[in-house]
């Protein structure tokens, strides 16, 4: 951080002589102007390769990451005039995860002769996960020189809709030749819903749901940005407001052997949801920034 505001400052010092001029050289305008839209990306990466590069600490190349306080959300602004820009946030993904496993067949009891193997019976295990992120807000900008003071409010909307498991099994359970669940089926190993794997000792999971997580919240930011070059700027961004987040109930499903007369069942089990609510500073997190006007 102390390498990243040593350079940030030295930006400032070799544009400081240049603060009034705010067109370049080519007569190009330094200021965003009516009509432009911005993207914004998080500036450390940049600030780290540059401080590397002066210490000769083996700099890895910048990327375009996204901002810290938005995570995996592209970020950007549409300018209505010179002094005022609507801002926007948005996130849209969706995840479908399928995996496979195999397992010896057991309803084959002989071990075959060497060379031979066991017949194998597939397993699978499939998650899906959506994932959707929307901001929207309005920002006031004030500043006649390279440095712009801006100000504003923003809303924002999440929603994770909840994720499922789904998993099948090649060999079933019976009660006659007892075939027990930990020994017949794949070990998928950790899962999302709960806490651990889909093999619970003589039990297997068949199914596990989380309820959908909504989020709200509201926030009013402060901050300032340098251009250092036309249409180009490094910035810093605090922010003060309110999020609530509500997450419904969930469920799972285990099949087992059990009872006085062994019998092949399927317990099922509700998992409860839940919520907070948070009114803090920088809720969404503080960002040095890098934004690009065009």
């Given at each position: 951080?102390?390498?990243?505001?040593?350079?940030?400052?030295?930006?400032?010092?070799?544009?400081?002589?240049?603060?009034?001029?705010?067109?370049?050289?080519?007569?190009?305008?330094?200021?965003?102007?009516?009509?432009?839209?911005a993207?914004?990306?998080?500036?450390?990466?940049?600030?780290?390769?540059?401080?590397c590069?002066?210490?000769?600490?083996?700099?890895?190349?910048?990327?375009?990451?996204?901002?810290?306080?938005?995570?995996f959300t592209?970020?950007?602004?549409?300018?209505?005039?010179?002094?005022?820009?609507?801002?926007?946030n948005?996130?849209?993904g969706?995840n479908?995860?399928?995996?496979?496993?195999?397992?010896?067949d057991?309803?084959?009891?002989?071990?075959?002769?060497f060379p031979?193997?066991f017949?194998?019976?597939?397993?699978?295990y499939?998650?899906?996960?959506?994932?959707?992120?929307?901001?929207?807000?309005?920002?006031?900008?004030?500043?006649?020189?390279?440095?712009?003071?801006?100000?504003?409010?923003?809303?924002?909307?999440?929603?994770?809709?909840?994720?499922?498991?789904?998993?099948?099994?090649?060999?079933?359970?019976?009660?006659?030749?007892?075939?027990?669940?930990?020994?017949?089926?794949?070990n998928?190993?950790?899962?999302?819903?709960?806490p651990?794997?889909?093999?619970?000792?003589?039990?297997?999971?068949?199914?596990?749901?989380r309820?959908?997580?909504?989020?709200?919240?509201?926030?009013?930011?402060?901050?300032a940005?340098?251009?250092?070059?036309?249409?180009?700027s490094?910035?810093f961004e605090?922010?003060?407001?309110?999020?609530?987040?509500?997450?419904?109930?969930?469920?799972?499903?285990?099949?087992?052997?059990?009872?006085?007369?062994?019998?092949?069942?399927?317990?099922?089990?509700?998992?409860?949801?839940?919520?907070?609510?948070?009114?803090?500073?920088?809720?969404?997190?503080?960002?040095?920034?890098?934004?690009?006007?065009f």
């Amino acid at each position: 951080m102390k390498k990243a505001i040593s350079i940030f400052c030295f930006a400032l010092a070799i544009n400081f002589a240049f603060a009034q001029d705010l067109k370049s050289k080519k007569e190009e305008p330094i200021l965003p102007e009516q009509g432009d839209w911005a993207i914004s990306i998080d500036a450390a990466p940049i600030f780290t390769y540059f401080g590397c590069f002066l210490s000769n600490g083996g700099a890895v190349a910048p990327i375009a990451d996204y901002l810290t306080n938005h995570p995996f959300t592209i970020s950007g602004k549409m300018f209505k005039d010179a002094t005022t820009a609507f801002r926007a946030n948005l996130r849209i993904g969706m995840n479908s995860t399928n995996t496979l496993g195999s397992v010896n067949d057991a309803t084959v009891t002989t071990p075959p002769d060497f060379p031979g193997t066991f017949p194998q019976k597939e397993d699978s295990y499939k998650k899906s996960k959506t994932n959707i992120v929307l901001g929207i807000g309005i920002e006031k900008r004030r500043g006649k020189t390279r440095i712009q003071g801006f100000y504003g409010g923003e809303f924002r909307f999440g929603m994770i809709n909840g994720v499922k498991e789904t998993y099948k099994y090649g060999n079933a359970l019976n009660t006659t030749t007892a075939v027990d669940a930990s020994t017949c089926s794949t070990n998928f190993g950790g899962m999302e819903v709960l806490p651990n794997n889909n093999i619970i000792g003589a039990k297997r999971v068949l199914e596990a749901k989380r309820g959908a997580s909504l989020t709200f919240g509201l926030r009013g930011f402060i901050g300032a940005e340098y251009f250092i070059m036309p249409k180009f700027s490094f910035g810093f961004e605090y922010s003060w407001g309110f999020m609530m987040t509500t997450v419904g109930k969930g469920s799972y499903s285990l099949e087992s052997v059990g009872g006085t007369t062994p019998t092949v069942g399927t317990e099922k089990f509700d998992l409860v949801g839940g919520g907070d609510m948070t009114i803090d500073n920088d809720i969404s997190g503080a960002a040095i920034t890098a934004t690009f006007h065009f």
